[in-house]
């Protein structure tokens, strides 16, 4: 029974594995050192690799046009990379990475965390985050149509007569 589920686990990694990379994991056994090979391969835990997460983190901007839910995916790719390499960031960094990346659109949300003592949890900021997204969003589609109306309106007035002046 365990040779079975070793040899399913290790069938389960080859056939992730893309045909041109084989050569790096040879003829394979056991699984655990399929993973062990490819984990030293490409995730190497060496300060360079730190450094270009960590530089990678600190770039990481909500950008125009982008959604909050892109942009946690973003940010959550790079702290699993990080932790991967052994370089693990608490929740409460997290909380900070992620609030320093919001554009300028997001800074009356940023001040009433800031007005806390403590740091909020991550799934809080997430939701709130959302929440204000959401509320953006619905602002720019009034506003949108707000404006729309108003030049629809200015185009009904028609030529001026000018020779009654």
């Known amino acids: 029974m365990f040779q079975t589920r070793k040899d399913r686990a290790l069938a389960t990694v080859i056939l992730l594995i893309d045909p041109s990379l084989l050569y790096l994991v040879g003829e394979p056994d056991d699984p655990l050192e399929v993973w062990r090979l490819l984990s030293?391969?490409?995730?190497?835990?060496?300060?360079?690799?730190?450094?270009?997460?960590r530089?990678?983190?600190?770039?990481?901007?909500?950008?125009k046009g982008q959604s909050v839910q892109e942009h946690i995916k973003s940010m959550t790719e790079v702290f699993s990379e990080l932790s991967v390499i052994g370089d693990n960031i608490s929740d409460k960094n997290r909380v900070v990475?992620?609030?320093?990346?919001?554009?300028?659109?997001f800074d009356m949300l940023v001040t009433a965390f800031e007005a806390n003592s403590d740091v909020p949890n991550l799934e809080r900021v997430i939701e709130k985050l959302r929440h204000e997204e959401r509320k953006q969003t619905e602002r720019k589609a009034v506003n949108e149509t707000e404006e729309g109306l108003t030049a629809k309106h200015k185009a009904r007035r028609g030529p001026k007569c000018l020779t009654s002046l």
């Open 40 to 53: 030293n391969h490409f995730q190497k835990k060496t300060w360079a690799n730190r450094l270009a997460f």
């Open 55 to 63: 530089r990678k983190l600190h770039s990481l901007r909500l950008e």
């Open 97 to 105: 990475y992620l609030l320093a990346s919001l554009p300028e659109s």
